[in-house]
């Protein structure tokens, strides 16, 4: 008698398919982050040289107006894409587990006192009515300062953007408990019901047009809530719907105690016999060289390097007080503990 074992496979079929199609989303999504990784670090090496010299332009005094017009649009329009690239490779460093905070102790009210200066420009080309509403004592975070004023900037950005001309945009900051509260709201297009609980998504965005100026690349309202989330805050989004408006409320952890105060500190703001000395070292030579005129302009000896290897040769023999470099080289550990080092970008 010949027996026939007979199997379905089907099932297990379906899994491997499965597991091997998961596989290959996940890897898709690995080259993906390395593709934006690197596309955001390759347009960040031509921007800074080019940012470097708009601000030497800045600093010429006999410029006609014809100039000062062209160099201004030149200075908006770049300082608009150096944005859109830092937030990509910020982007990059938070999904990678690569970004490192730098907390202190701050004052909330000075970094939204920053904050709004650095958005003042759009507000007024777009003739927005900002009102700002800050307590009169200090609120004491532990926060990395400069991500914190990143994260109200793009706030701001967003209600910016989503705001026509003339509309209103509110921003207040207030303790509340044991929080720091801040509040963004704005009399824009508002945000729908199916898009409100995705809007911190990465790459979310209202549906507009491609010609609108202030776009974005819908990473911004991602990054707000990746940076409130490393400082254990929350980010909560509310709309009424489409052209009511919308209101963004972010909740820090204050400090229980006040602060000890700080020692003052000695600044780089004007050369001295102790800090006169800089060495610039970046591996793009038109980088280098445009930080090291701006420098030069401010009264200070510089030198450039544009290699790991002639930076350490010049820190041997130029003996700089200060040294400045965009360059991630392990053979930096070899510099003497006495020298002053300040890296410009990561």
């Known amino acids: 008698m010949i027996q026939c074992n007979i199997r379905d496979v089907t099932e297990r079929s379906q899994l491997e398919r499965a597991a091997a199609q998961a596989e290959a989303l996940a890897d898709l999504h690995r080259r993906k982050d390395e593709f934006l990784a690197m596309l955001s ?15 030497l332009l800045s600093l010429q005094r006999d410029e006609n107006p014809i100039q000062h017009q062209a160099r201004t649009v030149i200075e908006r329009q770049v300082g608009q894409l150096a944005h859109l690239v830092d937030d990509l490779l ?3 460093r938070i999904t990678s587990g690569r970004i490192r905070l730098h907390q202190e102790d701050v004052d909330a009210r000075r970094i939204v006192e920053r904050a709004v200066e650095a958005v003042r420009s759009l507000i007024e080309q777009r003739k927005h009515e900002l009102t700002v509403s800050l307590p009169s004592d200090p609120i004491w975070l532990r926060a990395d300062a400069t991500r914190i004023e990143q994260m109200v900037v793009n706030l701001l950005n967003n209600a ?4 026509d001309e003339g ?3 509110w921003l207040s900051l207030q303790r509340e408990a044991d929080f720091a509260v801040l509040r963004v709201r704005d009399s ?3 945000i729908a019901p199916d898009l409100l609980p995705n809007i911190f998504d990465l790459f979310t965005q209202a549906n507009r047009t491609l010609d609108r100026a202030q776009g974005g690349l819908g990473i911004g309202l991602t990054l707000v809530k990746k940076i409130v989330e490393l400082h254990r805050g929350s980010v909560e989004a509310k709309s009424a719907g489409i052209g009511e ?9 204050v400090l229980v105690s006040q602060p000890l105060p700080k020692s003052k500190r000695s600044t780089a703001a004007e050369p001295s016999s102790q800090t006169s000395r800089v060495l610039v070292v970046d591996d793009k030579i038109d980088a280098a060289e445009t930080v090291a005129m701006t420098l030069r ?14 930076a350490l040769t010049a820190v041997e023999e130029y003996q700089p007080s200060i040294v400045i470099w965009t360059l991630d080289c392990p053979k930096w550990t070899a510099m003497k503990s006495h020298d002053v080092c300040d890296s410009a970008h990561n």
């Open 41 to 55: 670090h390759e347009l960040r090496n031509p921007l800074t040289p080019i940012l470097n010299a708009v601000h």
């Open 90 to 92: 910020d982007i990059s």
């Open 160 to 163: 910016a953007k989503y705001t």
């Open 167 to 169: 509309g209103k945009i």
């Open 188 to 190: 824009g297009v508002g």
């Open 245 to 253: 408006g919308s209101e963004f409320t972010v909740k820090l952890p």
């Open 297 to 310: 302009l401010s009264g200070y000896d510089v030198q450039a390097a544009y290699s790991g290897l002639a």
